[in-house]
């Protein structure tokens, strides 16, 4: 039933800076957007099952204390809820169970990986990669262009080739446990994005790389499609006046990230509700 509205949910606090910009996007893909601190879902008063889109933003979680994410990571998988409702992970994998959507983006990617949410190849929620130091030693705050896998199942980035978007963070280099890992995302089409060139060819070269990470790997997706982390940040450009060249360019109204919102809400519409 088309009628329904769709109901995405940002998680924040602990560090997170990005759920405004991430809920303004999934409004204005047409969503219904909810930001609610951590502290709501463990005291029960905000549950995972009401959304069909949750959305993990950017951000400091924990301050990046043992490393990206890591803290929040057990956060989420070991909390108790309060007044006897289900854990925040079963919560979790009742929502990707009943097919719904789950976008993390920089911080909220390594969430994700560090949680056994990505790329989740056995099914049994092992974390098999991380996200860790640029190869730079430094913080990096600059624009990337980005190559889409026309083959990936993910469903965020149908119809894309090619994405222009910034990235901001100091542990954004990808790594998989083995060579064995690696090689099951590319041949199963999971790296969805890498960063690439001029020419909008992968490349490591450093700044079109930002990081260094392994076979040039920007954001995964799971064998679904319907997981998705990415370093780079879409809801930082939804609108042209974002862009960093906009007063000396012609550029759509619309910001390449915001692709990736009207994908997923146009999935929920058409294949959850």
């Known amino acids: 039933m088309t009628s ?5 949910l940002v998680i924040a606090g602990n560090g997170t800076n990005c759920e405004r910009e991430v809920a303004h996007a999934c409004k204005l893909a047409g969503a219904e957007a909810t930001i609610a601190h951590i ?3 463990i005291a029960g008063r905000v549950k995972l099952a009401d ?3 949750l959305n993990l933003a950017g951000g400091f979680l924990d301050g990046d204390d043992l490393g990206s994410a890591k803290a929040g990571a ?3 998988l070991y909390a108790r809820v309060a007044a006897g409702g289900a854990s925040l992970a079963d919560q979790l994998k009742a929502f990707v169970a009943e097919g719904k959507l789950v976008m993390g983006v920089c911080n909220g990617f390594q969430l994700m990986v560090k949680m056994g949410l990505l790329p989740d190849l056995d099914g049994d929620g092992r974390q098999s990669c991380t996200l860790t130091f640029n190869d730079g030693g ?3 705050d600059r624009w990337c262009l980005l190559k889409a ?3 990936s199942p993910c469903i965020y980035t149908r119809g894309l080739d090619g994405l222009y978007l910034p990235v901001r963070h100091g542990e954004g280099k990808f790594v998989a446990e083995s060579v064995a890992t690696l090689d099951q995302l590319e041949s199963a089409h999971l790296t969805v ?4 060139d001029s020419e909008l060819q992968p490349t490591m070269v450093y700044p079109a790389n930002p990081n260094g990470s392994q076979n040039c790997i920007a954001g995964i997706c799971d064998a679904s499609g319907r997981l998705f982390g990415l370093m780079p940040h879409p809801e930082a450009f ?6 960093p060249r906009w007063t000396r360019e012609e550029l759509p109204e619309e910001g390449a990230g915001l692709a990736l919102y009207r994908n997923a809400v146009d999935f929920i519409r058409t294949d959850l509700l």
């Open 4 to 8: 329904k509205a769709v109901k995405a």
């Open 39 to 41: 502290s709501e879902l």
């Open 51 to 53: 959304y069909h889109f």
């Open 74 to 76: 057990n956060r989420l």
């Open 138 to 140: 430094r913080f990096e």
């Open 149 to 151: 896998d026309p083959q």
């Open 193 to 196: 994005l890498k960063y690439a």
């Open 238 to 243: 939804v609108h042209r006046t974002q862009h």
